[in-house]
């Protein structure tokens, strides 16, 4: 299994521009889930999703779409990038059944919005 | 609500010596708590987790954690650092959605610094 991986690895992008995060799993989980990191702010969530079409809010989701058409992929976009929108984002999934939630992260991808 | 509130942004520890991260929560219902380690510019992998069996849970890599009830806390600790441990841990707390799988919540991290 390749488990959850994510591109671009880094990217940077102009102010105003939009473009998708890719993330994809292989371990058929249902439930997948957008972090950004940023400096002495932890991990915030920004969407998360349940199962194929099913999407929600997190904590952070202005500036950003999510959707969900298969159990695999779950992409994330960026409307209309903001420099406030530079950061490390962090796809995760975790198998719904399990009760505990224990998620598996990807390895990131680092945005720079100029 | 759900929160985690790790102490201390920063620790440095001599190598060999007791290594100890904070971590307190809160939350509303009986919670499943977990630590992340967060390796230089990778994603977090798990360290260890407790889910409400035995109250001293045992991770990979030495780590053991002990989940307190009365003082709602789940501290990291390792008897002897060594320079490999120098990373960012994340204390993080997950909590049952009515039908719909599990919430996350983590606190800021502690990154930590090995000294030889």
């Known amino acids: 299994n390749a488990g959850v991986t994510q591109t671009p690895k880094f990217q940077v992008l102009k102010t105003g521009q939009s473009m998708t995060l890719q993330c994809a799993q292989d371990?058929?989980?249902?439930?997948m889930s957008w972090y950004r990191q940023d400096p002495g702010m932890g991990l915030r969530l920004i969407h998360y999703s349940v199962g194929a079409g099913i999407t929600d809010q997190g904590e952070v989701p202005n500036g950003y779409n999510v959707s969900r058409s298969t159990t695999e992929d779950f992409p994330l976009r960026l409307l209309s990038a903001a420099p406030s929108q530079t950061s490390v984002y962090f796809c995760?999934?975790?198998?719904?059944?399990?009760?505990?939630?224990?998620?598996?992260f990807g390895p990131g991808t680092r945005l720079t919005v100029t | 609500a759900q929160s985690v509130t790790q102490l201390g942004s920063h620790v440095s520890v001599s190598e060999g010596a007791l290594v100890l991260l904070r971590c307190n929560y809160s939350s509303s219902v009986p919670p499943y708590l977990f630590w992340y380690v967060q390796y230089p510019n990778q994603g977090l992998q798990l360290l260890l987790k407790?889910?409400?069996?035995?109250?001293l849970v045992k991770g990979i890599n030495g780590f053991e954690a002990e989940f307190k009830k009365s003082e709602t806390s789940f501290h990291l600790t390792k008897p002897s650092a060594h320079m490999s441990d120098a990373a960012e841990y994340f204390c993080?707390?997950?909590?049952?959605?009515?039908?719909?799988?599990?919430?996350?919540?983590f606190g800021t991290g502690t990154s930590l610094t090995v000294i030889p």
């Open positions: 407790y889910t409400s069996a035995a109250t």
């Open positions: 993080a707390v997950s909590v049952p959605l009515a039908n719909t799988g599990n919430q996350f919540y």
């Open positions: 995760a999934s975790s198998p719904r059944d399990r009760g505990y939630g224990e998620q598996y």
């Open positions: 371990m058929n989980h249902e439930y």
